[in-house]
């Protein structure tokens, strides 16, 4: 599944007592419903993704920087 690593992860640091998480991801796939599915579930401050995969401009972005 889609970033279930970076999932796992977080949510470890999470119930470790990590207040802040932010997560940084080179070649960021976003058109996917598992993309979406795990952007709900994902317990970041923030998510950074590098632009080096062509995007067409209507990918939704509301909860992206």
């Given at each position: 599944?889609?970033?279930?690593?970076?999932?796992?992860?977080?949510?470890?640091?999470?119930?470790?007592?990590?207040?802040?998480?932010?997560?940084?991801?080179?070649?960021?796939?976003?058109?996917?419903?598992e993309?979406?599915?795990?952007?709900?579930?994902?317990?970041?401050?923030?998510?950074?993704?590098?632009?080096?995969?062509?995007h067409?401009?209507?990918?939704?972005?509301?909860?992206?920087?």
């Amino acid at each position: 599944r889609t970033g279930q690593k970076l999932l796992s992860r977080a949510k470890d640091l999470k119930s470790r007592g990590a207040r802040q998480v932010y997560a940084f991801v080179a070649h960021g796939l976003c058109q996917s419903p598992e993309f979406d599915k795990l952007l709900d579930e994902l317990p970041v401050n923030e998510l950074i993704l590098t632009n080096t995969v062509h995007h067409p401009t209507e990918v939704p972005t509301a909860d992206l920087e």
